[in-house]
């Protein structure tokens, strides 16, 4: 098996509310981008990554990449408009003699190594390959989108949480199935490869993830990082 690793983080990260693109927050001694970065590399089957990157950040990245000796192995790739965009974009870089492709949120710096062995075992035998933690909240669905301004915000129904998995990052799929999915679904506000892989009916496998392998969005997911790390759980 060969992988190509695409990491989308070509976007503004507005909800960290730093002036710092988000991949290039420290988390101790290096940014959180580094972090997952050396993650990824230590897997052999990860024979290449992709970085999207907005053209803005682009010098930034490379000094950062300069900086902290990532060689060869890493190319940076200009993102484009949205997520979806930015993957597309990566996805015309997959070189020919991969044949799976991993996707990875830039900002998920703490990727088991177990998980990410377990990940790729089953992608051996299966198209499509995600991870994911058993849901431990309530989870509602509101009447309206998260971003709307109202008052009366309502519940519309009640999710059953016995089925429910808050799904992470890596997944892992056959390079010629993403890229069909992506051909036929242009829909750009996507935040999730799995989903395009779904609307061509075709299976998509979940693997237990585990809950240290959090992405940082919100400023205080940095806290919780810094205890993770401070914890050993990595
Ligand atoms: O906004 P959200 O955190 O869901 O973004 C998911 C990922 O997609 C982030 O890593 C972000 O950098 C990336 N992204 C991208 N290109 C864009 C917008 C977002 O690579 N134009």
Redesign the pocket.
């Given at each position: 098996m060969i992988v190509t690793a695409i990491v989308?983080?070509?976007?503004?990260?507005l909800?960290l509310q730093s002036r710092t693109p988000?991949?290039l927050v420290p988390l101790g001694a290096k940014p959180i981008l580094i972090h997952t970065l050396e993650a990824l590399s230590k897997e052999r089957r990860i024979h290449h990554i992709l970085i999207?990157v907005?053209k803005k950040n682009w010098d930034g990245f490379k000094a950062v990449l300069r900086s902290n000796k990532i060689g060869n192995r890493v190319t940076l790739v200009l993102?484009?408009?949205?997520?979806r965009?930015?993957?597309e974009h990566c996805l015309s870089f997959v070189s020919p003699e991969s044949d799976r492709v991993l996707i990875h949120?830039?900002?998920r710096p703490f990727i088991p190594a177990s998980l990410l062995k377990a990940l790729l075992q089953k992608a051996e035998k299966n198209p499509a390959v995600i991870c994911g933690v058993p849901v431990k909240a309530t989870i509602k669905q509101a009447t309206s989108h998260v971003s709307a301004v109202t008052r009366n915000l309502t519940v519309a129904k009640t999710l059953p949480r016995d089925r429910l998995w808050e799904i992470q990052t890596p997944q892992v799929f056959e390079k010629d199935l993403l890229r069909k999915a992506y051909a036929r679904c242009k829909d750009n506000a996507v935040?999730d490869d799995a989903a395009l892989v779904e609307k061509l009916g075709v299976k998509v496998r979940i693997v237990r993830g585990e809950y240290c392998n959090i992405?940082i969005?919100t400023p205080e997911d940095l806290v919780f990082a810094k205890a993770i790390m401070d914890a050993g759980y990595v």
């Open positions: 989308p983080a070509a976007g503004l990260g909800r988000k991949p999207a907005a993102g484009g408009k949205t997520r965009e930015s993957v949120d830039a900002v935040t992405k969005t």
